[in-house]
């Protein structure tokens, strides 16, 4: 009798873990991941693209200040700028963030030849977008157009230099991850490298319009 009892109260001790384990299976409840929206390369990305649009904010800021307090703009006895050749030239920029997206839907579906050939088509667009600027920019100088002929000649080649070297460090970017597609590098669950270039690249394209309408149109 003494047994029976004794066993009762092990058997009523013993019972509540193996409902619990009976409510929960044979392992602990499954714990939903908790991911994070964006990943570190995105975000550093993102975080360097608002460094970017506060320094350019404040270049567009200096070039409306002296714009807008001159009575006659352009100066007189300065070169004018070339409008036809680089509206051109715009569209070449612009077209080039097409060939970038498309670069991105190719890099989602596998397609690493596609991948790499639209990648090399946009660094081609980008170069020679550099090429007219560099050949434009030799002829004003040419013309009497320089950083010290004027505050004029001054912020143009500040502000449009500035994004020519953004321009230049897209194209390095541009490159690079052409080279890592060409190795194999990415697939298309995981092609980060190629979706932050295009972040960076479509930043520089979306500045060149705002820039030409107000140094060369305005």
Same mark, same amino acid.
């Given at each position: 009798?003494?047994?029976?009892?004794t066993?009762?109260k092990?058997n %009523?001790? %013993?019972?509540? $873990?193996?409902?619990?384990?009976?409510?929960?299976?044979d392992? $602990?409840?499954?714990?939903? $991941? &908790?991911?994070p929206i964006?990943? &570190?390369?995105?975000?550093?990305?993102?975080?360097?693209?608002a460094?970017? /649009?506060?320094?350019?904010?404040?270049l567009?800021?200096?070039?409306?200040?002296?714009r /807008?307090s001159?009575?006659v703009?352009?100066p007189p006895?300065q070169?004018?700028?070339?409008?036809?050749?680089?509206g051109?030239?715009?569209l070449?920029?612009?077209?080039?963030?097409?060939t970038?997206?498309? !670069?991105v839907i190719?890099?989602?579906a596998?397609m690493?030849s596609?991948? *790499?050939?639209?990648l090399g088509l946009? !660094?081609?667009?980008?170069?020679? @977008?550099? @090429?007219?600027?560099?050949?434009?920019?030799v002829?004003l100088?040419? @013309?009497g157009?320089?950083? #010290? #002929?004027s505050?004029y000649g +001054?912020?143009?080649y500040?502000l449009? +230099?500035a994004?020519?070297v953004?321009v230049?460090g897209?194209?390095i970017w541009?490159l690079?991850v052409c080279w890592?597609a060409?190795?194999?590098r990415?697939?298309?669950?995981n @092609? *980060?490298?190629?979706?932050t270039a295009r972040?960076?690249w479509?930043?520089v394209?979306?500045?060149?319009?705002v820039?030409?309408?107000l140094?060369?149109?305005?």
């Open positions: 009798m003494v047994k029976s009892s066993a009762r092990l %009523e001790i %013993e019972s509540p $873990p193996r409902l619990k384990r009976a409510a929960f299976g392992g $602990p409840p499954p714990v939903r $991941p &908790n991911l964006l990943n &570190n390369a995105r975000l550093a990305v993102i975080m360097l693209l460094a970017e /649009l506060m320094f350019f904010a404040g567009i800021g200096a070039f409306l200040v002296f /807008l001159a009575t703009w352009p006895f070169p004018r700028l070339p409008l036809g050749v680089t051109v030239n715009s070449i920029l612009l077209f080039s963030a097409l970038m997206h498309w !670069a190719a890099g989602g596998g690493t596609k991948l *790499v050939r639209q946009t !660094a081609l667009l980008g170069a020679l @977008f550099l @090429f007219i600027q560099g050949y434009e920019w002829r100088v040419h @013309f157009l320089t950083t #010290s #002929s505050v +001054g912020l143009f500040t449009i +230099g994004h020519g953004h230049f897209g194209l541009l690079t890592q060409k190795r194999g990415f697939t298309k669950t @092609f *980060v490298g190629v979706q972040m960076y479509t930043f394209v979306a500045l060149w319009p820039l030409y309408g140094v060369y149109l305005y």
